[in-house]
């Protein structure tokens, strides 16, 4: 009798046990998204790509990854590994590419085919990739894998647009180029306006109104000047390639800047550069031929920086507020460096001119001293030569 009641314990517990284990398995089980399906094409002369995801089982929406962060920016943007959103490191960083981007969110309920249609993007060879994901039946975000990849390519129009800067005043705000701003892309990218800084009878010396991005000055840390800088490499080859058509290049000027020392602390600059997309100077901020103020410490509303919903996005922060008329204002990037070659000046939210200057070096990594990385908006400049 004992030894049965022995036996019995001994079966409940391996019962117990192996309905538990299935348990987990079955809970497991429930966990699994299927992988969603897809096919990509060009659609609109080539000006957009047209995503078609299949049914997928249990879908509550889906997210579309491309490489097109990382052909347009360089490795700026950073990988995301939080929440079970690595997939693989996105399946291995998008074929081999090292930098990618979440191009759409699909917030769509049910199983029924979806199209995800996205509008001018720059030309280029792009990547796509898309996976599910479902947190209300689950309690938890859950993603499937990431769907096979598939290439495409958008090729570049040649634009013949006629440009007519001849009744441009000084102070004028012109547009030029595009570039995305109000953060939906599937509307496509939004035209860059401008400031004219200057004229003459055969160009233009503009601003960019609002800040486009939020970037560092370098990406790693070292002692640079804006000759070696990886901001000036960014916006003289992704962001002139990108933002900029054929036609409009050829009216960009391939300028001669002059890279002053810091005025305040004798900081040298380094040689001058030639370049067709530059940074505004520590000196430019003090002219009043260009509407600023001639004295760095005043609060300068025509220095006053108001940021793009797209920069902002990539984790732009203000630096100053009103709340009063809620007013908003954000530092950005001067060339001239600061008090070392360790750091720029830039521009606070106020419209002063901090000439001792921001740390140059955003990589994540913490130097004794350094400080937190640093990145600010970038107000791009160039010299647009008139069409005649």
């Known amino acids: 009798m004992r030894f049965a009641k022995k036996m019995l314990a001994v079966m409940l517990a391996v019962i117990t046990f192996l309905g538990g284990f299935n348990c987990i398995s079955i809970s497991a089980k429930e966990l699994t998204l299927a992988v969603p399906k897809i096919s990509v094409k060009l659609i609109e002369n080539g000006a957009a790509i047209k995503i078609s995801i299949s049914k997928t089982s ?6 579309v990854y491309s490489n097109w962060y990382g052909e347009m920016y360089d490795g700026y943007r950073e990988i995301d590994h939080s929440a079970n959103r690595d997939n693989v490191i996105i399946k291995e960083n998008l074929e081999n590419k090292e930098y990618y981007g979440l191009l759409k969110t ?7 085919k979806r199209t995800v249609i996205i509008r001018s993007l720059p030309s280029g060879q792009y990547n796509i990739a ?29 634009d013949k647009t006629s440009f007519d800067f001849s009744k441009v005043k000084k102070g004028d705000t012109i547009s030029f180029g595009v570039y995305e701003q109000n953060n939906d892309f599937t509307d496509g ?7 004219v800084l200057s004229k003459n009878k055969t160009q233009l010396f503009v601003v960019s109104k609002y800040s ?25 080859e992704k962001f002139y390639n990108t933002a900029f058509s054929e036609e409009e290049r050829k009216l960009i000027k ?11 602390y004798a900081t040298p600059a380094g040689n001058d550069t030639k370049d067709y997309i530059f940074l505004l100077s520590q ?8 509407g600023f103020s001639e ?71 913490s130097y004794a001293g350094s400080g937190s990385t640093d990145r600010y908006a970038v107000r791009p400049a160039m010299i647009i030569k008139i069409d005649k």
């Open 189 to 195: 990218r939004e035209p860059i306006e401008w400031i």
């Open 295 to 365: 004295d760095y410490d005043v609060s300068d509303n025509a220095r006053k920086c108001v940021a793009t919903e797209y920069a902002i996005s990539q984790g732009l922060t203000v630096t100053f507020y009103n709340p009063k008329d809620k007013e908003t204002g954000y530092s950005w990037w001067l060339r001239t460096p600061g008090n070392d070659i360790e750091r720029a000046v830039i521009v606070g939210g106020v419209g002063t001119v901090n000439s001792f200057g921001a740390r140059v070096h955003s990589n994540g990594l």
């Open 106 to 112: 699909v917030k769509k309920n049910g199983t029924k």
């Open 254 to 264: 391939l300028s001669t800047v002059e890279n002053y020392d810091n005025a305040l």
């Open 58 to 63: 249990d879908a509550e929406g889906y997210e």
């Open 212 to 236: 486009l991005d939020y970037l560092p000055y370098n990406l790693h840390w070292s002692q640079v000047t804006w000759e070696n800088c990886t901001l000036r490499k960014w916006l003289n």
């Open 130 to 158: 898309v996976r599910s994901f479902n947190q209300k039946k689950y309690g938890t975000l859950t993603y499937s894998d990431l769907s096979k990849v598939k290439k495409i390519t958008i090729k570049e129009k040649d």
């Open 283 to 290: 000196l430019d901020m003090k002219k009043s031929d260009y």
